[in-house]
T-cell receptor, first 114, second 111 residues
Framework: DAKTTQPPSMDCAEGRAANLPCNHS???????VYWYRQIHSQGPQYIIH???NNETNEMASLIITEDRKSSTLILPHATLRDTAVYYCIVRVAFPGTSYDKVIFGPGTSLSVIP | NAGVTQTPKFQVLKTGQSMTLQCAQD?????MYWYRQDPGMGLRLIYYSASEGTTDKGEVPNGYNVSRLNKREFSLRLESAAPSQTSVYFC??????????FGSGTQLSVL
């Protein structure tokens, strides 16, 4: 089973910030939070990841709560091209192990509205 | 640098036929994955390979077999295709704790 829960769908007005929440209450200390998105039927695309500090890149910002049980992906100025399904996953980052099972949940379908 | 390449892009099978989906990556990644995606649903992990020579079951392995032929290639085989295996199949690769890179997908229909 996926180790994250997300709302199934959200709307956002074009030009406004899109804030996508994710709960990962059972996250372990050695697990990262990753976000991907999938536009239409393309292969998913990496957005951002973090361990416990907030992260920002050219695509988005990631805010992780202090207890690491939840996070929020922020698209600062949503455009129509940001309409996609957004996936939040947790992933072990543990060198030397063969365990690397990466499970996706159903994600959040974000619709950016003109 | 092509990234992750999947072949074929489209395939139609009759029930009971067999086929192999091919996946190759040129990024020297250790880990490779096969996912399926059904309409309106998220990605479900079929099998994964954390390193050359190892494979492990994911969430929905029944009806599939995999081979990690070498570090570059990870194939998915359907021995006796069923209509329930109609889906879009994605291959992905990554370094152990880095981001996943996905292929463009194979659309499979089983009649």
């Amino acid at each position: 089973d996926a180790k994250t829960t997300q709302p199934p769908s959200m709307d956002c007005a074009e030009g406004r910030a899109a804030n996508l929440p994710c709960n990962h209450s059972t996250i372990s200390g050695n697990e990262y939070v990753y976000w991907y998105r999938q536009i239409h039927s393309q292969g998913p695309q990496y957005i951002i990841h973090g361990l416990k500090n907030n992260e920002t890149n050219e695509m988005a910002s990631l805010i992780i709560t202090e207890d690491r049980k939840s996070s929020t992906l922020i698209l600062p100025h949503a455009t129509l091209r940001d309409t996609a399904v957004y996936y939040c996953i947790v992933r072990v980052a543990f060198p030397g192990t063969s365990y690397d099972k990466v499970i996706f949940g159903p994600g959040t379908s974000l619709s950016v509205i003109p | 640098n092509a990234g992750v390449t999947q072949t074929p892009k489209f395939q139609v099978l009759k029930t009971g036929q067999s086929m192999t989906l091919q996946c190759a990556q040129d990024m020297n990644h250790n880990s490779m994955y096969w996912y399926r995606q059904d309409p309106g649903m998220g990605l479900r992990l079929i099998y994964y390979s954390a390193s050359e020579g190892t494979t492990d079951k994911g969430e929905v392995p029944n009806g599939y077999n995999v081979s990690r032929l070498n570090k570059r290639e990870f194939s998915l085989r359907l021995e006796s295709a069923a209509p329930s295996q109609t889906s879009v199949y994605f291959c992905a690769s990554s370094e152990r704790w880095e981001k996943l890179f996905f292929g463009s997908g194979t659309q499979l229909s089983v009649l």
